[in-house]
């Protein structure tokens, strides 16, 4: 199906554990986000690429890493989960400067 | 320091009325704004933009409207449906940085039939 999709959906997982979400799109979108959303704090952008294997951190980026390795791919990896990382995860692409097509979402939560 | 925020975190409003979500920001860099709707359990979809050129902008039920001297955006929807009820983020993309929102806190619209 077209569009933008991640996976898993909920995932729960322990302290120290590596984890990785995913993030698909269809639309060969040259930029793509990854973002979180907590309580009080909106959405707020953790990495973000601008083309296959270019990548930057956005601003809250400390323990997290994003690769890209082709254009429709934006995987994100907790390398060493705690529980602050707790939250929802939204990945978005983008083919211009303008709005941004989010994704459903993951819950992820660490205990 | 949050450089978009919306202060109001919910807002009720009775069907057929108006309702009006406000946003504020301090970075003057800001030159294009976004207004998204988020349901329970599903990503943001966006809903009108308007450029920092503009004062207004229209969209059917929605219109944003754009005051920089207070540097202050604003949503109107008329008239509410109870199908608007949902979570408003507004978003603003300085001019010198690429594609990069920054989001605020969202305020939460319900809509009573």
């Known amino acids: 199906d077209a569009g933008i999709t991640q996976s898993p959906r909920y995932k729960i997982t322990e302290t120290g554990r590596q984890v990785t979400l995913m993030c698909h799109q269809t639309?060969?979108?040259?930029?793509m986000f990854w973002y979180r959303q907590d309580l009080g704090h909106g959405l707020r952008l953790i990495y973000y690429?601008?083309?296959?294997?270019?990548?930057d951190k956005g601003e809250v980026p400390d323990g997290y890493v994003v690769s890209r390795s082709k254009t429709e791919n934006f995987p994100l990896t907790l390398e060493s989960a705690t529980r602050s990382q707790t939250s929802v995860y939204f990945c978005?692409?983008?083919?211009?400067?303008?709005?941004?097509?989010f994704g459903p979402g993951t819950r992820l939560t660490v205990t | 320091d949050q450089q978009v925020k919306q202060n109001s975190p919910s807002l009720s409003v009775q069907e057929g009325r108006i309702s009006i979500l406000n946003c504020d920001y301090t970075n003057s860099m800001f030159d294009y704004f976004l207004w998204y709707k988020k349901y329970p359990a599903e990503g943001p979809t966006f809903l009108i933009s308007i450029s920092s050129i503009k004062d207004k902008n229209e969209d059917g039920r929605f219109t944003v409207f754009l005051n920089k001297s207070a540097k202050h955006l604003s949503l109107h929807i008329v008239p509410s449906q109870p199908g608007d009820s949902a979570v408003y983020f507004c978003a603003a993309r300085p001019n010198n940085a690429g594609n990069m929102l920054t989001f605020g806190g969202g305020t939460r619209l319900m809509v009573k039939p």
């Open positions: 639309w060969s979108h040259s930029y």
């Open positions: 690429s601008a083309a296959a294997d270019i990548t």
């Open positions: 978005a692409s983008s083919p211009s400067i303008y709005e941004q097509y």
